[in-house]
T-cell receptor, first 113, second 110 residues
């Protein structure tokens, strides 16, 4: 079965640089969520989109932005990177605005040096 | 606000049964999920409860009591590969995002 695809899987950036993380959803899954998971921590919700519109916003810094495109893929843009941004970033997909369970992608491991 | 509590760590023996508890206090509730996560990997969906009672799915069962703000995940016939973190997550009633508990690290020994 098709799963959530995230790219890149690993990314190394320096402080103050920018990064773009991409998420390609399971076919027909119209809702996307972004989560950040620091070392030894639980996933923290950042932002979500339903039908290309932002549906909810969590603890996402102003330096980050995201969008969902017409083909339902999503991108998380991160600017002025800080050491504390080093984490695993997961994209999750669901159907119908999140009524159904969320399926997580493999994650992008971002390391800021 | 949201508060979801789980034990930090549990140990069990291969072939045994283990119960992982989760208590929650959330501003909105629209279902409780259990995910399994191996280190450095994505959370994998295990079960979902929105009504009170027990949901059984192979070796895994999950129970929910909404009035008590309580759930548990029951793992039977433990295998070594079950060593992982188990995350309890509540779906926020308003916008469907998941709010995760701190996770329980389960170690299965021979």
């Amino acid at each position: 079965a098709a799963g959530v695809i995230q790219s890149p899987r690993h990314l190394i950036k320096e402080k103050r640089e920018t990064a773009t993380l991409k998420c390609y959803p399971i076919p027909r899954h119209d809702t996307v969520y972004w989560y950040q998971q620091g070392p030894g921590q639980d996933p923290q919700f950042l932002i979500s989109f339903y039908e290309k519109m932002q549906s909810d916003k969590g603890s996402i810094p102003d330096r980050f932005s995201a969008q969902q495109f017409s083909d339902y893929h999503s991108e998380l843009n991160m600017s002025s990177l800080e050491l504390g941004d080093s984490a695993l970033y997961f994209c999750a997909n669901s159907l119908d605005g999140g009524y159904y369970e969320q399926y997580f992608g493999p994650g992008t491991r971002l390391t800021v040096t | 606000g949201q508060n979801i509590d789980q034990p930090t760590e549990m140990t069990a023996t291969e072939g045994a049964i283990v119960q992982i508890n989760c208590t929650y206090q959330t501003s909105g509730f629209n279902g409780l999920f259990w995910y399994q996560q191996h280190a450095g990997e994505a959370p994998t969906f295990l079960s979902y409860n929105v009504l009170d009672g027990l949901e059984e799915k192979g070796r895994f069962s999950s129970f929910l009591s909404r009035s008590k703000g309580y759930s548990y995940l029951l793992l039977k016939e433990l295998q070594m590969k079950d060593s992982a973190s188990y995350l309890c997550a509540v779906r926020d009633g308003g916008f469907q995002k998941l709010v995760f508990g701190t996770g329980t690290r389960l170690l299965v020994s021979p």
